[in-house]
Structure formats: structure tokens, C-alpha cells
């Protein structure tokens, strides 16, 4: 059982700071593309960034320049900073991973945490 447990939202003030942590656990054999997205009520959920196993990034252009993702392979875990934050990059966060185990490639995705952004 694969599972991916994200951490580390919370409220900030506009121009403050946060990151995120996503852990994946259960039967990997190899964690492929990361990713981060986030969802607002009533709107789709959109991709934040991503980073893939050779660790090329790709960012929306709403966070370029304020957010980095990064990956920690050793502890199967993906990380957001996010810096400057807006008031519109408050949201629900969710961690996307692509995995391998032994038997298959499959897609799994985190419970979320909230990100407010708020003075």
C-alpha cells in the first residue's frame, strides 16, 4: 500500500513564506514524476509544479520565479517552497506522485493541506 502524506500548510501573511513536505510511503520500488497542484472551491484542480526523476522542473507561470520544488530521493519525499506568497495562491495543496512497485505504474495522490494566505 502506497501512500503519500503531505505537511506544512497553514496561514501566512501576503509576502510570507511556507513549505511543503510530501513523504511517500508503502511498497516503491521507484517514484517517478512528483508533483504538486492546488484546487480552490468551485474551480479545477490545477498543477503548481513538477519535478521528474532526472529533477527537470517544470512550474504554471503564476508561481515562476516565487515557488521551487524540489525532491529528496533518498526519503522519497517532494518539497514546495514557496516564497511571496499572494493572496490568491491560497488553496488546498495536493502532492501527485507516478509510481513503480513491483508490479505496476500508477498515479497516487495525497489527502491535501491548506494553504490561507491572509493578512
Known amino acids: 500500500q502506497v501512500q503519500l502524506v503531505e ?6 501573511q501576503p509576502g510570507g513564506s511556507l ?3 510530501c513523504v511517500a510511503s508503502g511498497n516503491i520500488l521507484r517514484l517517478k514524476a512528483m508533483g504538486w497542484y492546488r484546487q480552490t472551491p ?7 509544479a513538477t519535478i ?3 529533477d527537470s522542473t517544470n512550474y504554471a507561470d503564476s508561481v515562476k520565479g516565487r515557488f521551487t520544488i524540489s525532491r529528496d530521493n ?3 519525499t517532494v518539497y514546495l517552497q514557496m516564497n511571496s506568497l499572494k493572496l490568491e495562491d491560497t488553496a488546498v495543496y495536493y502532492c501527485n506522485a507516478a509510481v ?3 508490479f ?11 494553504v490561507t494566505v491572509s493578512s
Request: no cysteine; proline share 0%.
Open 104 to 114: 505496476r505504474d500508477f498515479e497516487i495522490w495525497g489527502q491535501g493541506t491548506l
Open 52 to 54: 521528474f526523476s532526472g
Open 19 to 21: 513549505r511543503l513536505s
Open 7 to 12: 505537511s506544512g500548510g497553514g496561514l501566512v
Open 100 to 102: 513503480r512497485d513491483l
Open 74 to 76: 533518498a526519503k522519497n
Open 42 to 48: 468551485g474551480k479545477q484542480r490545477e498543477l503548481v
